[in-house]
Antibody
Framework: QVHLQESGPGLVKPSGTLSLTCAVSGGSISSSSWWSWVRQPPGKGLEWIGEIYHSGSTNYNPSLKSRVTMSVDKSKNHFSLNLNSLTAADTAVYYC??????????WGQGTLVTVSS | QSALTQPASVSGSPGQSITISCTGTSSDVGSYNHVSWYQQHPGKAPKLMIYEGSKRPSGVSIRFSGSKSGNTASLTISGLQAEDEADYYCCSYAGSSTYVFGSGTRVTVL
């Protein structure tokens, strides 16, 4: 059974870069699934950030595309998210999830990232 | 790419049935049979409840069902139980390898 776990700094400064990693266990990141990031600002709804395939192919939300970079490390069985030019509006719980035929399952537990000086 | 429209809140008494709507456009919900639904309890990660519009993953109660008509998808919870009280989100494939989530619905069991 696949399990996902996010990790990274909980506090980042405005104009800085957010860097998160999602560790995949119980399965291979080189399977036929895509791997996605979704965020949720406090008290608000879910927003799809983007996804990556084990080959390195990526798809991003057009509204975030200019600030997002995703990468995959097959040797460590994990994938990563970088989001730059941060503002307070990027404060959110960031989730990673496996995407298989348009279904997001499973999800990581989420990690809160606060953008503040 | 705007969020899919869901009612902010829906409520019902135990044992009743409720339906949550998810309205998109002909560019997302209306064009693809790739609508999924997620249940989220406070402080928890979302959980997949329905995929491909009407399919239930293993382990999800048969009380949950999904459907679609035109640009609107729906999630019905029958035999409402206290444990169903949560936030629910729809999600649709939106073309060009992108996805869009709904605005979310708070379900209250009276």
């Amino acid at each position: 059974q696949v399990h996902l776990q996010e990790s990274g700094p909980g506090l980042v400064k405005p104009s800085g870069t957010l860097s998160l990693t999602c560790a995949v266990s119980g399965g291979s990141i080189s399977s036929s699934s895509w791997w996605s990031w979704v965020r949720q600002p406090p008290g608000k709804g879910l927003e799809w950030i983007g996804e990556i395939y084990h080959s390195g192919s990526t798809n991003y939300n057009p509204s975030l595309k200019s600030r997002v970079t995703m990468s995959v490390d097959k040797s460590k069985n994990h994938f990563s998210l970088n989001l730059n030019s941060l503002t307070a509006a990027d404060t959110a719980v960031y989730y990673c999830a496996r995407v298989d035929t348009s279904r997001f399952d499973p999800w990581g537990q989420g990690t809160l990232v606060t953008v503040s000086s | 790419q705007s969020a899919l429209t869901q009612p902010a809140s829906v409520s019902g008494s135990p044992g009743q049935s409720i339906t949550i709507s998810c309205t998109g456009t002909s560019s997302d919900v209306g064009s693809y049979n790739h609508v999924s639904w997620y249940q989220q309890h406070p402080g928890k990660a979302p959980k997949l409840m329905i995929y491909e519009g009407s399919k239930r993953p293993s382990g999800v109660s048969i009380r949950f069902s999904g459907s679609k008509s035109g640009n609107t998808a729906s999630l019905t919870i029958s035999g409402l139980q206290a444990e169903d009280e949560a936030d629910y989100y729809c999600c649709s494939y939106a073309g060009s390898s992108t996805y869009v989530f709904g605005s979310g619905t708070r379900v209250t069991v009276l």
